[in-house]
């Protein structure tokens, strides 16, 4: 079982920059997969980044260069720093965790290949 909670989230101009974190309670080997997904009102949820235990990274395209996700072990927590926030950026930041994902094609980028989820932090660009 795994806990998570996201914060980071606000509201910044075009071009601003913001570090999202997710703090993660629970067994470690559920832990081994974990991302960020985001939801935009009236959208599906889409994949924004992955990372796994080894330290491999994933990205969708929309994000690739801007954002970066990260992992602090010893913290138990997730980070996603983004960069050169667009307005189509708007919406709310889920991560999430699962003890296995096959790091192949993009399922890391897939939310029904995660088990657990944070209740999300709201980010709001402004043009």
């Known amino acids: 079982q795994v806990q998570l909670a996201e914060s980071g989230g606000g509201s910044v101009q075009a071009g601003g920059s913001l570090r999202l974190s997710c703090v993660a309670f629970?067994?470690?080997?559920?832990?081994?997969?974990m991302g960020w997904f985001r939801q935009a009102p009236g959208k599906e949820r889409e994949g924004v980044a992955g990372i796994d235990s080894d330290g491999r990274t994933m990205y969708a395209d929309s994000v690739m260069g801007r954002f970066t996700i990260s992992a602090d072990v010893a913290k138990n927590t997730l980070y996603l720093q983004m960069n050169s926030l667009k307005p189509e950026d708007t919406a709310m930041y889920y991560c999430a965790a699962d003890s296995y994902i096959g790091w192949y094609g993009n399922r890391p980028l897939r939310d029904y290949e995660y088990k657990y989820w944070g209740q999300g932090t709201q980010v709001t660009v402004s043009s």
């Open positions: 629970g067994a470690t080997d559920s832990k081994n997969y």
